[in-house]
């Protein structure tokens, strides 16, 4: 299988950089995978679960938000934060949840429905968690 | 003239100075490696960040609806200087040379008559700012209780900064830092953060590719561009504190020189001292002996 460049970069490090076979990528419209030779496309990524796939292993990273660009250079998705799901702090994650869920009653208008939004996004990455948390 | 005792302290005091500055600086230069490798880390987003948006920008910028952080307001009346310093002195010039650009540019620009306010950010630069324009300080912010700069950090300053902007409160804001080249040497910087200015994508070698967008383009761009100013205020404040540890290194280690010359002088001088008086003593023995 022909593999391409992918670089996943957070403000703070380089998370991940290297040769893979795809990436699934949790776009604003809806998940997409990415394989070598796909079409050059910038999307906006929501905050949700990216899979890593190299030979045949699947390494998951939490992305909350931001951007990915595929070019003939390779894939690079510049990710507002990006934590390995290993790396993360659940009951930190739960807490965060809490607290966006109170500070929602103080906004109104078009924020509240992107707070909403944004909300609904953590509370499927903290779902998807915990039921595949099992295996 | 001071005795031998009194010099003896003297020379004590300079030694534990001496003591204290050597320890600072390697503090200082563990530190710095480490701040420098956090500007290093937080380069390739910003890179990327930076490609992706003048692509863009190219595109959208000469349309009308262009969004106003990129386009900018139409008029340059009101100025923002966001001025990033450090928390601490001890630093050599650091601080003075950021703050030293940053009066340059609001004299010049008020000599202009522009109107200019000031977003300071850490304390020695609102300390010096504040004795020549305290009316203009609209907001001083201090990362005093920060231990490691974070993400957040910057994106708190941009909120305030846009919050500010979609105000009407100024048409052009620029950034203020020193860019860290080395440990000896670091460039006060002023960047211009709002409106954007966009390098013409023209530079880069092949055909511009031409992409999907996933929404739309337009959509992409409202959203990228706060997230940018937030990642521009990050790399600066990621490049001012290499910048201070280096300064605060070089400044360090300039000390601790300075005090071994002044050690060798004042133990020069006191030997001297010292042996003048066994000199003299041996002189009134003699003398005495001799008139006996």
């Not at chain 2, 650091?94 to 306010?117: C, D, P, T, W």
């Not at chain 2, 003299?280 to 001799?290: F, R, V």
């Amino acid at each position: 299988m022909t593999t391409f460049h992918f670089d996943l970069v957070s403000p703070e490090k380089l998370a991940f950089s290297g040769e893979v076979d795809q990436v699934d990528v949790p776009g604003v419209e809806g998940d997409f995978g990415v394989l070598a030779g796909h079409a050059p496309v910038v999307a906006a990524v929501r905050p949700g679960i990216l899979t890593i796939i190299t030979a045949g292993k699947r390494e998951k990273v939490i992305v909350l938000g931001g951007l990915a660009e595929m070019s003939d250079k390779g894939l690079t998705v510049l990710a507002d934060v990006a934590t390995a799901i290993a790396d993360l702090d659940r009951t930190k994650f739960s807490e965060t949840i809490k607290g966006m869920e109170e500070k929602l009653a103080e906004k109104e208008g078009s924020e509240l429905d992107n707070a909403i939004e944004r909300l609904d996004h953590f509370k499927s990455i903290e779902n998807e968690l915990n039921t595949t948390a099992m295996h | 003239m001071a005795s031998l005792k009194d010099m003896r302290v003297r020379i004590a005091s300079t030694k534990a100075t001496q003591k204290i500055t050597k320890a600072m600086q390697m503090v200082a230069a563990s530190k710095l490696r480490r701040a420098q490798n956090a500007a290093e880390a937080a380069r390739p987003y910003a890179e990327k960040m930076d490609a992706v948006i003048s692509n863009i920008a190219a595109a959208a910028s000469a349309s009308p609806g262009a969004p106003p952080l990129l386009a900018g307001t139409g008029k340059d009346q009101v100025h923002l200087l966001l001025v990033c310093t450090g928390e601490r002195g001890l630093s050599g010039a650091f601080n003075s040379a950021i703050v030293r650009l940053a009066r340059e540019r609001a004299n010049s620009l008020i000599a202009q008559g522009k109107e200019v306010k000031f977003f300071c950010v850490g304390r020695k630069g609102y300390e010096q700012l504040r004795r020549n324009f305290d009316r203009q300080i609209v907001e001083h912010l201090e990362l005093r209780s920060v231990r490691q700069l974070g993400f957040v950090n910057a994106e708190d300053i941009a909120t305030k900064v846009l919050a500010r902007f979609d105000a009407g409160e100024f048409d052009v804001c620029t950034l203020f830092y020193s860019r860290f080249q080395s440990v000896i040497s670091q460039i006060p910087t002023a960047q211009q953060v709002i409106p954007l200015e966009v390098a013409t994508p023209t530079a880069h070698a092949g055909p511009a590719t031409s992409y999907d967008y996933e929404p739309e383009e337009d959509e992409i761009l409202t959203g990228l561009l706060p997230r940018n100013l937030a990642v521009q205020i990050f790399r600066a404040l990621l490049e001012n504190n290499a910048s201070f540890y280096g300064a605060q290194m070089s400044a360090m280690d300039n000390a601790t020189r300075n005090a071994g010359e002044m050690i060798r002088k004042q133990t020069l001088i006191y030997n001297r001292t010292r042996q003048a008086m066994i000199t003299k003593e041996l002189i009134e023995i003699i003398s005495g002996a001799e008139a006996v």
